[in-house]
T-cell receptor, first 112, second 116 residues
Framework: QKEVEQNSGPLSVPEGAIASLNCTYS??????FFWYRQYSGKSPELIMF????GDKEDGRFTAQLNKASQYVSLLIRDSQPSDSATYLC????????????FGKGTKLSVIP | EAGVVQSPRYKIIEKKQPVAFWCNPI?????LYWYRQNLGQGPELLIR????????DSQLPKDRFSAERLKGVDSTLKIQPAELGDSAVYLC??????????????FGPGTRLTVL
């Protein structure tokens, strides 16, 4: 059973601070890693994806991947109240199955 | 470019009734997915199509759920009969194809099903 674990939160950060969201996964064969943002009552929206170990930056967002530790994280710099949402980590397995497994999500609240 | 389209957005039915959901993927996307998302949980895959072929339906409760993707474009997911535990949001997603570089999935707005 492939598992993706996230702290459910809520994670509260003040406006302008850095929010750090973490995710661990069980399948060592996983190839691709995605972060989705989901506002309440809305569908998941892709923020970033990462394939290789290290950091990947896109604007205020940085994804970090460490395959040896089976760990992926998302940093949000200069957090804004509009970033308040649930962040879903999703892991794509390989070896022909290409199944995307989601964590339960971390709820982030950015306090003005 | 239009995103993934789903209808209806909301559906309320009584248990034992049938229900169907419709999805139109992003133009050119060969792979289509149906997910179910329960409250407080991440989406869970029900079925994946590559063109018109269902290539992964291991999580689809086949006694009451069925799906089709005629002509490899639009898809319909059906539940018959619905049970109370089927209340959830049903999400459709699409991607260009499968494979590491082409598998980024884009989600539709979902259908919120309530079974009374």
């Amino acid at each position: 059973q492939k598992e993706v674990e996230q702290n459910s939160g809520p994670l509260s950060v003040p406006e302008g601070a850095i929010a750090s969201l973490n995710c661990t996964y069980s399948d060592r064969g996983s190839q691709s890693f995605f972060w989705y943002r989901q506002y309440s009552g809305k569908s998941p929206e892709l923020i970033m994806f990462i394939y290789s170990n290290g950091d990947k930056e896109d604007g205020r967002f940085t994804a970090q991947l460490n395959k040896a530790s089976q760990y992926v994280s998302l940093l949000i710099r200069d957090s804004q109240p509009s970033d308040s949402a649930t962040y879903l980590c999703a892991v794509l397995s390989g070896a022909g199955s290409y199944q995307l497994t989601f964590g339960k999500g971390t709820k982030l609240s950015v306090i003005p | 470019e239009a995103g993934v389209v789903q209808s209806p957005r909301y559906k309320i039915i009584e248990k034992k009734q049938p229900v169907a959901f419709w999805c139109n993927p992003i133009s050119g996307h060969n792979t289509l997915y149906w997910y179910r998302q329960n409250l407080g949980q991440g989406p869970e895959l029900l079925i994946r199509y590559e063109n018109e072929e269902a290539v992964d339906d291991s999580q689809l409760p086949k006694d009451r759920f069925s799906a089709e993707r005629l002509k490899g474009v639009d898809s319909t997911l059906k539940i018959q009969p619905a049970e109370l535990g089927d209340s959830a949001v049903y999400l459709c997603a699409s991607s260009l194809g499968t494979g590491v570089l082409a598998d980024t999935q884009y989600f539709g707005p979902g259908t919120r099903l309530t079974v009374l």
